[in-house]
């Protein structure tokens, strides 16, 4: 009987830290975002190309 009262003061704990380390995501800003990660995906090969185009001082290969 006693491991079902330390089994549930653990899974108060962690229930705790996880509602505390989710309000402080929000307090940060981390979910004010949600319309730029849906389309960076889109605009991937475009950035990856002018990065490859460029060499070590910065003019653009031809």
Do not use: C, H
């Not at 229930?15 to 402080?24: G, K, P, R, T, Y």
Request: glycine share 4%; proline share 2%.
């Amino acid at each position: 009987m006693g491991i079902i009262y330390i089994m549930l003061v653990v899974s108060l704990v962690v229930a705790l830290f996880f509602l505390v380390s989710f309000l402080w995501a929000i307090k940060t800003g981390q979910y004010e975002d949600d319309y730029t990660p849906s389309v960076r995906i889109l605009f991937e090969d475009e950035l990856i190309n002018n990065n490859q185009n460029t060499s070590n001082n910065g003019s653009t290969k031809v």
